[in-house]
């Protein structure tokens, strides 16, 4: 339903000349003194206007143009308006995050103006409290976050609006009765995507059009789809994208095969998850001499289809990622590729870019080669089927495994010497019936032939960023891109130790970043098999910083290298992609060949949106478990299952499962008392029950209600 415009009583407390120079900033050109007495005539005469307006000009803060206009001085623009992205809090109140300023700007729910969470916008800044409290109001959207949005329609006599699924300072959108006799088969509660086409001027709802009918709510299908939709995820491939992807032969010519170092006589295997379409990676062994080996890492070589520039390059970059939800994967790339052109399938000849490393017995790397070449997978394991040959013995190529998983160790125990965090983050996985519906959850297991990949993976991207690192152009380093993480800010660090030393455990982390990790990692064996394992572990990782892509490379704290990028998976990345274009291009330069200079900005603006989609990404597997998660208790609402207490609030605690890890919310009302808050130890105290709760605390709940919609699970003590 529409919503009622607050009128905004704010604008009358402000100063007159306040007010004169926040309409000024309002305005990218120079303003008439007739609009500034319109608009500002509930607040003073026409005469007293024109006198401080006379004032602001003699003070040098407003300059009068030639045509009789006014506008704000270059200084004062400098000061007062800023450009960034809106961060929407779930009550409407907004922070926008700008680049170099010391602080977010807080904006009040009422002077948001038309602006939706991701926007990027132009705030005036109307007060400054201190360094760290400034407050604004959002002028101006210079672009939106997303092209459309997705919701629930709701139909009214002759009209409807669209919910959206994100209700994070987000409006109903509007749907005018044309767009109703247009979609005749539409029903009250339908799933559908819209884009808004205008706003008018004095309407507090946005005007959308129907892009896409997604079907009933609460749908698997349907859910699924309005997850990646809402999450800017197209959910095809245009025509003519589709038919450049077929356009390709299926083998390479001799010209092409004869121009690249060729490994198909190497034993070389690939090891996947089981339901595993595309093989991004596989690995080449071959022995030198007595205790020396030539280990290949062979990454599917997208970027020899995909060129730059190319309509198949544009529109890998606007997804920049493949998404992974709970039944099914979005492409970055059109199935043509990902699954048979690039996919390093068993049995046949496929094009690559390999990091080849002379290793001995220890696991020191004593020379490297980087090209491209081309390799026959001998064989396609599963993890299974390599951890079953990693354990018997028996199966093919388990001499070659053992040596692997030997070399791994090695490589693993000098990672974790030098720096490398140990965080064992878990994985749900679903057991789901043909039509999607959960039967079970479960978590994916690590074991060795997970981390055998994965070591070797990490050694492949370490060993390309210090290559592409090294290079020059005179003076000047060469511009690539890297895969940074930051060290964790030390105000989270200290909140964990205060509530690591709440479950009686010593823990003093150091000041000094490079001493963190050792003293991690030490907390973390402590650890092992105690109750409060997973809720601490998770707590330990949100205390990071968030690692991302960039042309600046300051090193990767989580794992202690100096040096790291993405080279391994360019079939599901884009910035793997662009460092395969860029490892090429260096190695043609190193061979003498005149190449051009890779533009750093340009890269820094790829690397910026592959963060950004990396990160919807995440949040829509997030939102797709969350999903399967509710649907899964939805047919246990009145059973009781263990919990631990995950999180406390004011008006609720958060209670997670052991077994399925669907995390509900025990409302404080439920449990009929007076509590004690203390947020210092983050804990509750029930008057009434005499009863303390703590984080991590074991407890038996009774699931009282699921929320498909708002992916809520209410649940109440079972044992109150």
């Known amino acids: 339903m529409a919503k009622k415009k607050r009128k905004n009583t704010d604008s009358g407390r402000l100063p007159l000349d306040q007010q004169l120079l926040r309409q000024l900033a309002k305005s990218e050109t120079p303003v008439s003194s007739k609009n500034l007495i319109r608009k500002l005539s509930d607040q003073a005469s026409a005469v007293k206007i024109m006198d401080r307006l006379h ?35 779930a009550s409407g109140s907004a922070y926008v995050v700008v680049p170099g300023l010391d602080s977010d700007i807080f904006v009040p729910q009422a002077k948001t103006g038309r602006a939706f969470d991701g926007d990027k916008v132009r705030v005036v800044i109307t007060q400054r409290k201190s360094r760290s409290r400034v407050e604004g109001e959002i002028v101006e959207v210079l672009q939106r976050a997303k092209e459309h949005y997705v919701g629930t329609l709701e139909i009214n006599k002759g009209y409807a609006f669209v919910v959206p699924m994100n209700r994070r300072g987000m409006r109903d959108i509007f749907l005018p009765p ?78 092409e095969i004869a121009s690249r170092r060729d490994f198909r006589s190497t034993t070389t295997f690939t090891i996947d998850p089981e339901d595993a379409k595309d093989f991004d990676d596989a690995i080449s062994v071959r022995e030198i001499k007595a205790g020396r080996w030539e280990i290949g890492v062979h990454i599917a070589d997208v970027s020899h289809y995909v060129l730059p520039g190319s309509l198949l390059d544009q529109e890998a970059y606007k997804r920049a990622t493949s998404v992974y939800l709970v039944d099914r994967v979005n492409p970055m790339l059109p199935e043509r590729l990902s699954n048979e052109l690039c996919s390093l399938r068993p049995l046949e000849d496929k094009l690559v870019f390999s990091a080849v490393f002379e290793i001995d017995q220890k696991g020191k790397v004593h020379q490297e080669w980087f090209g491209r070449g081309i390799i026959h997978s001998n064989h396609r394991f599963t993890y299974e ?45 679903f057991r789901l019936d043909a039509e999607g519906k959960p039967l079970g959850i479960y978590l994916k297991e690590r074991k060795a032939s997970h981390m055998l990949v994965e070591d070797f993976m990490l050694l492949a991207n370490r060993k390309v960023a210090a290559y592409l690192s090294s290079v020059r152009d005179g003076d000047a380093l060469w511009p690539s891109v890297y895969r940074i993480h930051d060290v964790p800010d030390p105000e989270k660090l200290k909140n964990f130790e205060t509530t690591v030393r709440e479950y009686g455990y010593k823990l003093k982390l150091p000041e000094n970043p490079q001493a963190l990790p050792a003293v991690l990692n030490a907390f973390m064996r402590e650890l092992e098999g105690q109750p409060e394992q997973a809720l601490l572990n998770k707590m330990a990782v949100r205390t990071m910083a968030k690692a991302i892509y960039t042309t600046d490379n300051i090193g990767h704290f989580g794992l202690g290298f100096e040096h790291y990028t993405h080279f391994t998976s360019p079939i599901r990345r884009y910035p793997d992609v662009l460092v395969h274009r860029l490892l090429a291009l260096s190695l043609q330069k190193a061979a003498g060949q005149e190449v051009q200079r890779p533009e750093k900005s340009r ?46 609030t004011t008006w609720g605690i958060f209670v997670e499962l052991k077994e399925s890890r669907c995390e509900g919310m025990i409302r404080l009302d439920s449990i009929g008392s007076e509590f004690v808050h203390n947020e210092k130890k983050n804990s509750l105290f029930a008057v009434d029950h005499d009863r303390w709760f703590k984080m991590g605390d074991a407890l038996r709940i009774r699931v009282q209600d699921v929320s498909l919609a708002r992916r809520e699970m209410t649940f109440v003590l079972a044992d109150l």
């Not at 013995?393 to 388990?398: H, K, N, S």
Request: glycine letters at 8%.
């Open 178 to 255: 044309s767009e109703l006799m247009e979609h005749t088969a539409l029903e009250h509660g339908d799933r559908v995507a819209v884009e808004i086409t205008e706003w008018p001027h004095r309407s507090g709802n946005p005007v959308g059009r129907i892009l896409h009918i997604l079907g009933p709510a609460e749908e698997n299908d349907t859910e699924m789809r309005s997850i990646l939709l809402s999450a800017g995820f197209p959910l095809s491939f245009s025509q003519e994208v589709l038919d450049l992807a077929e356009g390709f032969p299926e083998h390479a010519d001799e010209a």
């Open 603 to 648: 890269l820094e603006g790829q690397c910026h949106h592959s963060s950004i989609m990396e990160r919807r990404a995440m949040d829509a597997e997030y939102e797709s478990i969350k999903y399967k998660q509710a649907e899964f208790l939805r047919d246990r609402v009145g059973e009781e299952f263990d919990g631990v207490v995950s999180g406390i």
């Open 55 to 89: 004032r602001l000009v003699k003070a040098g803060e407003v300059l009068e143009t030639p045509s009789g206009k006014y506008k704000l001085h270059s200084s004062k623009v400098e000061h007062m308006i800023v450009t960034g992205t809106v961060d929407m809090t």
């Open 385 to 429: 089927q390599a951890q079953s040959g990693l354990e018997t013995g028996e199966g093919p190529f388990g001499a070659e495994l053992k040596l692997l998983n030997e070399l791994a160790e090695r490589l693993r125990e000098k990672r974790f010497a030098e720096g490398s965090v140990s965080f064992e983050t878990e994985e749900v996985r």
